[in-house]
Structure formats: structure tokens, C-alpha cells
Nanobody
Framework: VQLVESGGGLVQPGGSLRLSCAASGRTFRNYGMGWFRQAPGKEREFVAGISWSGGSTYYANSVKGRFTISRDNAKNTVYLQMNSLKPEDTAVYYC????????????????WGQGTQVTVSS
């Protein structure tokens, strides 16, 4: 599975961004999908996960209520809508895929994208 993220950029605190991840190479709907992030000097951390159907979603406590993960299996794309952004959300965001059809971030992903930078600053 090849994963390509887009939609990162610079945004002011309180603003919004939507990240997209286009998948190719395998049957997209067979994979649980998710997002991780890594801030400078910190370990990579799980942000959000979604099941193959989109019926189940999972979030880190730090983003719950502000971020929403979704997927469009017809377009082979997963999204991360980020609202009420804070400076501590600044990180490189990675799209991931796992062969388990439900992905909650508790196990290592099978595939990673190259990452997209999100910077929250005034």
C-alpha cells in the first residue's frame, strides 16, 4: 500500500486544517487506517484510527472532540479534520494503514506515508 498525505501547512491557533491521505496498491477497504504525528524532540504518537467501514473511530485523548477521522472507500482516501488547533498540535502527521480492518493504534502499522507538516503558530 502506498500512502500520500496532503493538506498540511501553517495555521493560527484556533484555526482548522483538513489532511488527506490517498492510498493505492491494494484494496483500500480491507485496511484499517489511521494518523500518527511526531513533534520535534518527541516520540511518534497515535492520533486517530478508523475501521474499514468507517463505523468505528478511535482518538488520542489530546485530540478528542477537536479532530475527526473519516474515510471515503470509493476514493481510496482517508481524512483528518482538525479544528481548534493549538500550538502543541505542531508536528509532522503521518497516514498509516494496517491489515486489521479495525485500527485503534494499539499495534504497529503495516504501512506509513511520508508525512505532512502541520505548524500552528501566530
Amino acid at each position: 500500500v502506498q500512502l500520500v498525505e496532503s493538506g498540511g501547512g501553517l495555521v493560527q491557533p484556533g484555526g482548522s486544517l483538513r489532511l488527506s491521505c490517498a492510498a493505492s496498491g491494494r484494496t483500500f477497504r480491507n485496511y484499517g487506517m489511521g494518523w500518527f504525528r511526531q513533534a520535534p524532540g518527541k516520540e511518534r504518537e497515535f492520533v486517530a484510527g478508523i475501521s474499514w467501514s468507517g463505523g468505528s473511530t478511535y482518538y488520542a485523548n489530546s485530540v478528542k472532540g477537536r479532530f475527526t477521522i473519516s474515510r471515503d472507500n470509493a476514493k481510496n482516501t482517508v481524512y483528518l479534520q482538525m479544528n481548534s488547533l493549538k500550538p502543541e498540535d505542531t508536528a509532522v502527521y503521518y497516514c498509516v494503514a494496517h491489515g486489521a480492518r479495525v485500527y485503534d493504534g494499539s499495534i504497529d502499522p503495516d504501512y506509513w506515508g511520508q508525512g505532512t507538516q502541520v505548524t500552528v503558530s501566530s
